[in-house]
Nanobody, 124 residues
Framework: QVHLVESGGGLVQAGGSLRLSCAAS??????MGWFRQAPGKEREFVAA????????LYADSVKGRFTISRDNAKNTVYLQMNSLKSEDTAVYYC???????????????????WGQGTQVTVSS
């Protein structure tokens, strides 16, 4: 397991942008994902990236607006969020694959380490 630390959440107006970061020692060996959970709803997949950074996956709801990327030299994964909508309001969680070199996935059960979450609030 890896100890993940997210940062970058906050309050933004609709149409604005935020960039979330997730850092951890050894993160470069894991496929990574971002999930979110709104009040009263289940945690849902947002985006994922392979350990090489060569493959990405996105939920349909964020495709074209969010971009996941990684800098393995810095052991950091990013989620650039543009054109934010009120429905993007949620706690955002960073997650690492269960095993090193695991393939990219959008399924919660394929992730074994989770960050503490960072709040993103989009005001309309």
């Amino acid at each position: 397991q890896v100890h993940l630390v997210e940062s970058g959440g906050g309050l933004v107006q609709a149409g604005g942008s935020l960039r979330l970061s997730c850092a951890a020692s050894g993160l470069s060996m894991y496929a990574m994902g971002w999930f979110r959970q709104a009040p009263g709803k289940e945690r849902e997949f947002v985006a994922a990236i392979s350990w090489t950074g060569g493959s990405t996956l996105y939920a349909d709801s964020v495709k074209g607006r969010f971009t996941i990327s990684r800098d393995n030299a810095k052991n950091t994964v990013y989620l650039q969020m543009n054109s934010l909508k009120s429905e993007d309001t949620a706690v955002y969680y960073c997650a690492a694959g269960r095993h090193v070199w695991s393939p990219i996935s959008g399924l919660k059960d394929d992730f074994g380490s989770w960050g503490q979450g960072t709040q993103v609030t989009v005001s309309s």
